[in-house]
């Protein structure tokens, strides 16, 4: 299972920026996608997640209004949309893939996913 995320960069405080995720071929048949975040010297942050089906998506309480998660199950795609971001979110930001059918369910914890994007780099200027 493979998945590659881009979209990073450098962008101004209170600007936006989407993530995007190549997805594993047949992701919709039964693998939930997450974001985590990382910055050096720090554990892996879970930002979202979004189940097989793309119906259900939970957040990070401190995320909740600013990002949303969305996939495209037919293009094999996930995306993160940022918004109102801060130099605080700026950090390397992977997506991740566990497999579940679960549509109330949400893994948080990164040790709970098998599969790992290589990560992209989102820096936020004051």
């Known amino acids: 299972v493979q998945l590659q995320a881009s979209g990073g960069g450098l962008v101004q405080a209170g600007g936006s920026l989407r993530l995007s995720c190549q997805a594993p071929k047949h992701a919709a048949s039964g693998i939930a996608l997450a974001w985590f975040r990382q910055v050096p010297g720090k554990e892996r942050e879970f930002v979202g997640a979004?189940?097989?089906?793309?119906?259900?998506?939970r957040y990070a309480d401190s995320l909740q209004g600013r990002f949303a998660i969305s996939r495209d199950n037919a293009k094999n795609m996930m995306y993160l949309q940022m918004n109102s971001l801060k130099p605080e979110d700026t950090a390397i930001y992977y997506c991740?893939?566990?497999?579940?059918?679960?549509?109330?369910?949400?893994?948080?914890?990164?040790?709970?996913?098998?599969?790992w994007g290589q990560g992209t780099l989102v820096t936020v200027s004051s």
């Open positions: 979004v189940t097989y089906s793309g119906r259900s998506t």
């Open positions: 991740a893939a566990v497999p579940s059918y679960s549509e109330t369910y949400f893994y948080t914890s990164a040790t709970d996913y098998d599969y």
